[in-house]
């Protein structure tokens, strides 16, 4: 995003981990616009998926359509995407890639708070302690633009949103563009 007066920041981690709070608090803190992209909720809303599967309570998503969705968005910048994956955006797209880590039993209290069915929460467990979106922000992206932050406590949270604030900041800074 060479071109952009603001970056493209994907948020990304397992299920439950504070991908949707993070990002909105950034967004409100950040001293450049930044739009919050709730992918999930856009796949919803303008029906880029193909079917839902009611045994794991989730949406199939059509990835070309989704892309083709977010393509005009994202070449404009000042973009935070919030999904619980990152492999299917361009490795062209982001500008930073944050991967939100959380301590399985903690993200376990946290899954059945929302009343997710137990395989569900099981598998998303399963998938934190593999690493399995960690690992996919490394293999899809270049290594000086993945972070991955501790997301269990406010005081985390508070320290994350700060940390990438000034992120944002360099970023403006070594592009010299204008706030």
Request: hydrophobic share 35%.
């Amino acid at each position: 995003m060479t071109n952009a007066q603001s970056p493209v920041i994907i948020i990304t981690g397992t299920p439950g981990t504070g991908k949707s709070t993070h990002a909105q608090l950034l967004a409100n803190e950040s001293p450049v616009p930044l739009r919050h992209i709730n992918v999930g909720d856009l796949v919803k809303e303008k029906g880029l998926y193909e079917d839902y599967d009611e045994e794991w309570q989730s949406y199939t998503v059509n990835e070309d359509k989704l892309l083709d969705e977010l393509e005009p968005i994202v070449t404009e910048g000042g973009v935070i995407l919030d999904w619980h994956t990152c492999e299917i955006f361009p490795e062209r797209w982001p500008d930073l890639v944050v991967v939100l880590r959380c301590d399985n039993s903690q993200l376990w209290d946290r899954l059945e708070k929302r009343s997710y069915p137990l395989k569900k929460i099981q598998e998303n467990n399963e998938a934190e302690i593999m690493q399995v979106v960690l690992e996919e922000a490394r293999a899809s992206y270049p290594a000086e633009i993945v972070v991955e932050l501790k997301s269990e406590t406010t005081e985390d949270l508070e320290a994350n949103v700060t940390r990438i604030v000034e992120w944002v900041k360099s970023w403006i800074r070594e592009r010299g563009v204008d706030s």
